[in-house]
């Protein structure tokens, strides 16, 4: 079972820039599609960008298109949300996510492993 804890969380002004991490336990990082989602309160989580395992494929959000990049180093089993322009909108808990089924694709509906998540807050 993989374990997820994502670390980069904090307070920025709109604007502003944060860059989260995820760092997978386990030796079979490498083989899946890793994913960001969000839940801000009162709301139900929602998918933000996701990556391959060989970086080939990517998808994001129409909300975060051109704001955040996603990206992966499989040699140290993390993977990263790069957030520019933030919003105040953009202010939830955000978790990482690894795709359990599909090697080589990204499938919003198919993951399953979740990290504790990390509080990100954009003030205006």
């Known amino acids: 079972q993989v374990q997820l804890v994502e670390s980069g969380g904090g307070l920025v002004q709109a604007g502003g820039s944060l860059r989260l991490s995820c760092t997978a336990s386990?030796?079979?990082?490498?083989?899946?599609?890793m994913g960001w989602f969000r839940q801000a309160p009162g709301k139900e989580r929602e998918f933000v960008a996701a990556?391959?395992?060989?970086?080939?494929?990517?998808l994001y959000a129409d909300s975060v298109k051109g704001r955040f990049t996603i990206s992966r180093d499989n040699a140290e089993n993390t993977v990263y949300l790069q957030m520019n322009s933030l919003k105040p909108e953009d202010s939830a808990v955000y978790y990482c996510?690894?795709?359990?089924?599909?090697?080589?694709?990204?499938?919003?509906?198919?993951?399953?492993?979740w990290g504790r998540g990390t509080q990100v807050t954009v003030s205006s």
């Open positions: 990556m391959t395992w060989t970086g080939g494929t990517t």
């Open positions: 386990g030796r079979t990082f490498s083989r899946y599609t």
């Open positions: 996510s690894r795709q359990e089924t599909g090697i080589g694709v990204v499938a919003v509906d198919r993951f399953g492993s």
